[in-house]
T-cell receptor, first 110, second 114 residues
Framework: DAKTTQPPSMDCAEGRAANLPCNHS???????VYWYRQIHSQGPQYIIH???NNETNEMASLIITEDRKSSTLILPHATLRDTAVYYC???????????FGKGTRLSVIA | GAVVSQHPSWVICKSGTSVKIECRSL??????MFWYRQFPKQSLMLMAT?????????EQGVEKDKFLINHASLTLSTLTVTSAHPEDSSFYIC??????????FGQGTRLTVV
């Protein structure tokens, strides 16, 4: 079973920041937070991951709370092509399989 | 990022026949490959994990005699759906990993059994 809780859907205006929350209150000390997204009828795409520090890459920023029980994925300037289902996954590391929950369906609106 | 390619992208087959789906890592050697299945409006479900040269490890509830997985080389894994039935119609997705690096996903194969 997935160990994360995400809202089923969110809307975001094009050009604005999209903030996607994720609760992982039972996360263990050695588990990372990973984010993937799946555009309709495509395979998932890796976005970002982190352990306890905030992370940023060319796609997004990941903010993890100090107690690590929740996190937020931030897409700074959402575009229509960011419309997808976003999955928040906790796992020990790349050697463990990805267990996908239901994710958040983000709709970016023009 | 690394490129993982699946073939075919979509396939329609008759009930009772077998279908083979290929997953190739195009620019790296994949020591581990994963196969997932996704039904409409549902999330991805892991079916099996395969390491090159070894037998695949299947998740609980996945019939290994029905879903044959072969990972004979470091760049190719195949999933064969044997004696396909309409309930096997689904979106099948593979992912490939090199060593301890992150896994990359193929574009998926949509199987329709009629």
């Amino acid at each position: 079973d997935a160990k994360t809780t995400q809202p089923p859907s969110m809307d975001c205006a094009e050009g604005r920041a999209a903030n996607l929350p994720c609760n992982h209150s039972t996360i263990s000390g050695n588990e990372y937070v990973y984010w993937y997204r799946q555009i309709h009828s495509q395979g998932p795409q890796y976005i970002i991951h982190g352990l306890k520090n905030n992370e940023t890459n060319e796609m997004a920023s990941l903010i993890i709370t100090e107690d690590r029980k929740s996190s937020t994925l931030i897409l700074p300037h959402a575009t229509l092509r960011d419309t997808a289902v976003y999955y928040c996954i906790v796992r020990v590391g790349p050697n463990t399989p990805l267990v996908f929950g239901k994710g958040t369906r983000l709709s970016v609106i023009a | 990022g690394a490129v993982v390619s699946q073939h075919p992208s979509w396939v329609i087959c008759k009930s009772g026949t077998s279908v083979k789906i290929e997953c190739r890592s195009l620019d790296f050697q994949a020591t581990t490959m994963f196969w997932y299945r996704q039904f409409p409006k549902q999330s991805l479900m892991l079916m099996a994990t395969s390491n090159e040269g070894s037998k695949a490890t299947y998740e609980q509830g996945v019939e290994k005699d029905k879903f044959l997985i072969n990972h004979a080389s470091l760049t190719l894994s195949t999933l064969t759906v044997t004696s396909a039935h309409p309930e096997d119609s689904s979106f099948y997705i593979c992912s490939a990993r090199r060593g301890h690096s992150e896994a990359f996903f193929g574009q998926g194969t949509r199987l329709t059994v009629v």
